[in-house]
């Protein structure tokens, strides 16, 4: 709450506060002046307008404004906005929208980037890829290119849907690519889980559910119920099962999808890099010189993560 604004007109005012001046101006009395109303009964109001809005936004003083704004009025770094029963939009021209569905909880966490606390958000982004970025409890989610929705529960465990373009989960080394049409879970003590189709079947959406809770005999089922475009889940597996399964995952996967001459079945096992960036790109999905590249960027931007 900018108390200095209430008390005398000084520095930027906040959302609610700002909406009802503007809603009533047309009454404003302009004919005595009357002794002005304490602090405290100043902040009591403005906290009854919030709650009645079903939208609270607790501020940090003195911190810099964001690119965001909510109803016209900027949000600053640091900021939580706490929606009711109400939905909040989020609008960044250069950007793009978000849309914080009722009974959520984000801070801004300064540039171009969200941190998601619980609840729901729908993002809308028309910024270069790898711009825009949402923090979770567990997981980074980038932006690269996309329109997505984003749940988190109050555990800290998240889903993400992706419906256009590319979203990447990230944690700690922990990484997964989702495309559109494409869904994962990500864990507070575990992070990005293993992507999978919308239209996967039931059993293969089980099997990954049963892979990520530890089900040893998890990965038979989930490798039987593939189809060649769930390589994307298979591809993923490479990366997280032990060099054990790793030679069993390979060669379903390469049943599945036709690889490119020179791919060794012995560097995948190895979990060589190279090797597993082939298998990558036989999925015909994106090169991944284009998400490498994302990958290189990021680390030296965050370089303890």
Known sequence: MNDDYLWDGSGPPDLEVA???????????????????????????????????????????????????????????????????????????????????????????????????????????????????????????VDLGCEYTLNVDEKGDGVLRVSMGWVAFQVAGREAFIPAGATCVTRRHGGPGIPYFEDASDGLRRAVQRFERGDAGALNSLLAAARPCDGLTLWHLLTRVTERDRGVVFDRFRDLVPLPAGVSRDAVLRSDGQAIDQCWNALDLENTGWWRGWERKWSQRFPSD
Request: net charge positive.
């Open 19 to 141: 909406r009802l001046e503007r809603t009533l101006a047309p009454l404003r009395y302009r004919h005595r002046r009357h002794p002005r109303p304490s602090r405290a009964r100043w902040a009591l109001a403005a906290a009854l307008i919030a709650a009645a809005a079903g939208l609270a936004l607790m501020v940090t003083p003195g911190e810099r404004t964001t690119a965001w704004q909510v109803a016209g009025a900027n949000l600053r770094q640091g900021q939580t906005v706490r929606t009711g029963n109400t939905a909040v939009r989020l609008e960044a021209a250069r950007i793009g929208r978000v849309d914080l569905a009722a009974n959520s909880v984000l801070r801004t966490a300064g540039g171009k980037r969200l941190a998601l606390e619980r609840g729901e958000l729908h993002a809308f982004i028309w910024a270069p890829a790898r711009q825009f970025v949402v923090e979770t409890p567990s997981a980074r989610a």
